[in-house]
């Protein structure tokens, strides 16, 4: 009789991961159209989706966001979480790893056991004729969830 591989590894211990998450821009898009980005969250042999959810045995921490190229139009990155839009608002400019004075988080956020999150982007000016594509690059620590309870 033959085993069955688990679906997932239980972490035993925090693990930095770095999320890839692309972005189809259509060309002649519009400055304020949204793009719903792909997010390619549990390794290479697994497909990008738009959403992600956490493990139920685990947390998450966004630590950093980051480009490796500048952009152009710009575009502002907005992460929902649960489908709620969370209270950052850098441009992909702005989290350009090259750049001197570089936008970063003042604190990690936290991405409970369950919760699906996504990230959006909000062009801010009109696209060029010929379509192109964005990469975000999100830093995060994954870590195991262990519920407590009073007594």
């Known amino acids: 009789m033959s085993q069955q591989v688990p679906a997932y590894v239980t972490l035993t211990g925090p693990q930095p991961t770095v999320f890839i998450v692309t972005f189809s821009i259509a060309a002649n ?32 921490s966004i630590v950093d966001f980051y480009t ?21 608002y850098p441009t992909l400019n702005s989290v350009y790893i090259n750049n001197y004075k570089k936008w970063s988080l003042t604190q990690a956020i936290k991405i409970p056991p369950a919760s699906t999150w996504s990230v959006n982007i909000v062009l801010l000016g009109n696209n060029g004729s010929s379509q192109q594509t964005y990469t975000l690059y999100i830093s995060a620590v994954r870590a195991p969830f262990v519920a407590t309870t009073r007594r």
Not at 33 to 51: D, K, R
């Open 68 to 88: 490796l190229s500048t952009v152009s139009p710009d575009a502002q990155i907005q992460l929902l979480i649960n489908g709620y839009i969370q209270n950052i």
């Open 29 to 60: 898009a519009a400055a304020g159209t949204v793009i719903q980005g792909s997010i390619q969250a549990f390794g290479a042999l697994m497909p990008a989706t738009q959403s992600v959810q956490v493990p139920i045995t685990e947390v998450w």
